[in-house]
């Protein structure tokens, strides 16, 4: 079984710009959660879709989006981008047990 | 308001002792907890569990103590070999609300030296 697949690995961006970042979860999984780790810190919660509906939001300012499709792919957009918004943004996909979440290898965004 | 905390964040332990990593947390709503843990360039990877009925979960040399009293947690590790070297990340959840969010600490680096 594959696990989850986030693309791209790595991103250079400039401060101003908009990012888009994808999801491909477990076969099967309809929940998708996004997280931000930053050095040093936790996994900072952004938002978590299940069957195309947000079902959970973290305290992120309106600038960082998300959805996802029908086929449970997720994607999340960050719009003006800040020096700030540099970080490690993860994905994980969780099935019936929605409790343990998998995660991919994340996408290492830097913002120049 | 940090409502997991692990405060320490990093540990050293010799190959084959006792590895013992501690978390606390406020919220008393979390009524389930795991363990996850990350190499470097990998996502976090699960380790294992615990519900808030339970006291004590165990799985081969990991083994999760749940003080919800005192709302701490720890993970033990034994015998700690080389390969346990990684950050572990605490995380709790309110599994019938909440389930896809999970809030975590910052990570304790863990390194076992041969």
């Known amino acids: 079984k594959a696990g989850v697949t986030q693309t791209p690995r790595y991103l250079i961006k400039t401060r101003g710009q908009q990012v888009t970042l994808s999801c491909s979860p477990i076969?099967?999984?309809?929940?998708v959660s996004w997280y931000q780790q930053t050095p040093g810190q936790g996994l900072q919660f952004l938002f978590e879709?299940?069957?195309?509906?947000?079902?959970n939001k973290g305290n992120f300012p309106g600038r960082f989006s998300g959805r996802q499709f029908s086929n449970s792919r997720s994607e999340m957009n960050v719009s003006t981008l800040e020096l700030g918004d540099s970080a490690l943004y993860l994905c994980?996909?969780?099935?019936?047990?929605?409790?343990?979440?998998?995660f991919g290898a994340g996408t290492r965004l830097s913002v120049l | 308001d940090q409502q997991v905390k692990q405060n320490s964040p990093s540990l050293s332990v010799q190959e084959g002792r006792i590895s013992i990593l501690n978390c606390d947390y406020t919220?008393?709503?979390?009524?389930?907890f795991l363990w996850y843990k990350k190499y470097p360039a990998e996502g976090p990877t699960f380790l294992i569990s615990?519900?808030?009925?339970?006291d004590k979960n165990e799985d081969g040399r990991f083994t999760v103590f749940l003080n919800k009293s005192a709302k701490h947690l720890s993970l033990h590790i034994v015998p700690s070999q080389p390969g346990d070297s990684a950050v572990y990340f605490c995380?709790?959840?309110?599994?019938?609300?909440?389930?896809?969010?999970?809030?975590f600490g910052d990570g304790t680096t863990l390194t076992v030296k041969p």
């Open positions: 994980a996909s969780s099935g019936s047990l929605g409790n343990i979440q998998y």
């Open positions: 076969s099967g999984h309809r929940s």
């Open positions: 879709y299940f069957s195309e509906t947000q079902r």
């Open positions: 919220n008393s709503m979390f009524d389930y």
């Open positions: 615990i519900s808030s009925i339970k």
């Open positions: 995380a709790a959840t309110e599994i019938n609300t909440n389930a896809g969010k999970s809030t």
